[in-house]
């Protein structure tokens, strides 16, 4: 049983230990990211149009445990890019749906190298990463099933 103490070294901090390992998680995709063109949210936004496109700005956000007004920058940028593109919905004329361009369909081929160039990097196998991923969960607040 841990002494008072040492509930409170730095060390022993789950916060700390997601802090820093979640810094250190960007900085291992920065350089495969890089030669896609993507920072880390741009790939992550990528990555929920891949698996459904097109959507709303709200669902968008809400795939991605974000606000509207953090997600709205990453896509306008990634409009800028050509990889996505912003329409008016044809079941809400007030809704704007965000939708991949050809240009993002394809960006998809090359992005499949990247799950595998990261468990390479950190030297993890998908066993490995799926129960680290699973055991997250509480704390990321994943609701999906």
């Known amino acids: 049983m841990a002494t008072d103490d040492e509930l409170l070294l730095l060390e022993n901090q789950l916060c700390f230990a997601m802090v820093t390992a979640a810094r250190n998680v960007v900085a291992v995709y920065r350089p495969i990211l890089e030669p896609l063109g993507l920072t880390h949210p ?16 709200n669902d968008l956000s809400h795939a991605l445990a974000l606000d509207p007004a953090s997600a709205s920058p990453l896509v306008k940028r990634l409009e800028k890019d050509g990889l996505v593109e912003r329409t008016r919905s044809s079941a809400d004329e007030r809704r704007l749906d965000i939708g991949l361009t050809e240009k993002g369909r394809e960006l998809r081929q090359r992005a499949l190298e990247v799950p595998r160039a990261v468990m390479a990097k950190v ?19 994943a609701t999906r099933p």
């Open 42 to 57: 741009q790939y992550l936004v990528m990555l929920a149009l891949w698996e459904s496109s097109p959507r709303s700005l």
């Open 123 to 141: 030297g993890a196998d998908i066993p490995s990463v799926t129960a680290l991923r699973e055991a997250l969960k509480p704390f990321a607040g």
